[in-house]
């Protein structure tokens, strides 16, 4: 019964924000996220799909990324679709391909790069806290101070 290997949490399920759900910070998933409720934060994952109902306020990295709602921020990723219904506010980073439908609105810059292959994989997901944990606490025991800036920090204006 709990042994079950059909049970077991698979990288290729689907997460669900619904409408009635609002999240704010950072998250992160190997799988696929389907996004129909408001985020503060950044995301990454390997597949992103901001519904119509959908909004997100800050960085977006995946493999994949469809945006039907509203998105404030960068969006990096391999394949990118804006749907019909999608408004961005931000720069568009694409390496494999970028498809805007009829009626997309898109406000900033694009960009294609030639990074072939994801930067994305499981062990990135979750090892940046880890990372990040070990500079915060190098910098306490060196005197520094409790606010540090990175190359990864975002100010929402």
Request: glycine share 12%.
């Amino acid at each position: 019964m709990f042994g079950d290997k059909k049970n077991k949490i698979k990288d290729s399920e689907r997460s669900l924000i619904s409408e009635t759900v609002s999240i704010e910070g950072t998250i992160n998933s190997s799988g696929a996220i389907d996004v129909a409720g408001l985020i503060r934060g950044p995301v990454i994952s390997k597949e992103i799909i901001v519904r119509e109902t959908g909004s997100i306020t800050g960085s977006i990295e995946g493999d994949l990324v469809e945006v039907h709602g509203h998105m404030d921020g960068k969006i990096s990723g391999g394949d990118i679709v804006i749907g019909s219904t999608g408004t961005v506010k931000g720069d568009i980073e694409f390496s494999n391909n970028l498809k805007t439908e009829n009626g997309a609105d898109i406000d900033g810059y694009i960009k294609k790069t030639n990074t072939a292959k994801s930067k994305l994989s499981a062990d990135f997901l979750f090892s940046k806290s880890k990372d990040k944990d070990k500079e915060d606490k190098k910098h306490k025991d060196n005197g520094g101070s409790e606010a540090n800036l990175n190359k990864d920090s975002e100010v929402l204006a």
